[in-house]
């Protein structure tokens, strides 16, 4: 069973930076070519949104207006990692943040990859707090 790990989250000053990763494992009898892999964030009370989102193959991204220019995705195969460099940080972007795996092209929403289970995998989160 696949299953995803994140880590990085923290207590940061308004202005600051972070980066997250989340590490991939369990890919016995993952077979998928096509795939979107992605962060997604949710604060209590709130719906799960879409923060940037790689489609695979072609490694085409996605970035959520709200953070363009401030957050970059990328990926190590080799160590089947993804990341997520955050800069610029504002105290709205306080949330617990997910990463999550689909299978297909699917829009880069938390609706959405929610709507694709059980063809989706999520971590178990881990928590920014931009604050001063």
């Known amino acids: ?5 994140e880590s990085g989250g923290g207590l940061v000053q308004p202005g600051g930076s972070l980066r ?3 590490a991939a494992s369990g890919f016995s009898g993952f077979t998928s070519t096509y795939y979107t892999i992605g962060w997604f964030r949710q604060d209590p ?3 799960r949104e879409g923060v940037s989102c790689i489609y695979n193959p072609g490694g085409t991204t996605f970035y959520a ?3 363009k220019g401030r957050f970059t995705i990328s990926t190590d ?3 089947n990692t993804m990341y ?5 940080l504002k105290p709205e972007d306080t949330a617990t943040y997910y990463c999550g ?3 297909g092209f ?4 938390g609706y959405v990859f929610e709507s694709k289970a059980p063809s989706v995998s999520w971590g178990q989160g881990t928590q920014v707090t931009v604050s001063s």
Do not use: F
Request: with cysteine; hydrophobic share 40%.
């Open 106 to 109: 699917v829009h880069c929403s």
């Open 77 to 79: 195969n080799a160590k």
């Open 84 to 88: 997520l460099q955050m800069s610029s």
């Open 65 to 67: 207006d709200s953070v």
């Open 1 to 5: 069973q696949l299953q995803l790990v």
């Open 45 to 47: 009370g709130q719906e």
């Open 101 to 103: 795996l689909a299978i």
């Open 20 to 22: 997250l990763s989340c």
